[in-house]
């Protein structure tokens, strides 16, 4: 359930469609507004969905606009952040069961390549690291807008999503065949800095 991050990472996408340089740059994520948020989904038992998120989570990315494939994500997750709304449900995804995180206090995700297709659309690939496990995910990802704020400012803003599977990154806890994987969505505003 924890496999947020994804990158959580972040990480969210660096891929649009649009090609002018005037927004290439570097964004930092808003974490003073909050305009961000990585969420996740997962089967309980195969009878409800279980929604949760993670509440502390920082990063950038760098978008170059003329070389939508040029563009990178970093993303760090902390793991004690996890927020499924039950306060005793959270403590068992803090614990050695789940995330980990006396052990593991972050998750990372730093991407590696951004291949862009006809539509603008992008795939993330990079690498996840979950209770010092690191695999390569891809995160799905698409540009929502980009532009001037009204404080002087310009954004730009992303969202991706991606499957991970528990036990790909050593979560001993067995939920039975509905819940092996769980759905990320990873959802960011950047600042440009």
């Known amino acids: 359930m924890t496999k947020v991050l994804l990158a959580s990472a972040v990480s969210m996408a660096l891929v649009g469609a649009v090609q002018a340089n005037e927004h290439s740059g570097t964004y930092a994520f808003d974490t003073k507004g909050a305009h961000q948020f990585i969420t996740f989904k997962i089967s309980h038992l195969g009878y409800s969905w279980l929604y949760g998120r993670f509440n502390d989570f920082d990063g950038e990315f760098v978008y170059d606009a003329e070389n939508p494939e040029n563009s990178t994500v970093n993303v760090t997750i902390d793991t004690a952040s996890v927020d499924s709304n039950h306060a005793e449900r959270d403590k068992h995804l803090r614990s050695e069961d789940f995330l980990y995180v006396d052990e593991f206090p972050q998750a990372t995700f730093k991407s590696k390549r951004v291949v862009v297709d006809e539509e603008g659309e992008a795939d993330i690939i990079g690498d996840f690291t979950l209770r010092g496990v690191t695999k390569e995910v891809t995160l799905d990802a698409e540009m929502l807008g980009h532009g001037e704020d009204p404080w002087g400012g310009y954004r730009m803003g992303f969202e ?23 759905e990320i969505i990873i959802s960011v505003e950047g600042i440009r800095q």
């Not at 990154?169 to 994987?181: C, N, R, V, W, Y």
């Open 160 to 182: 991706a999503e991606t499957e991970l599977r528990l036990t790909d990154f050593g979560i001993p806890m067995d939920l039975g065949k509905a819940s092996e994987t769980v």
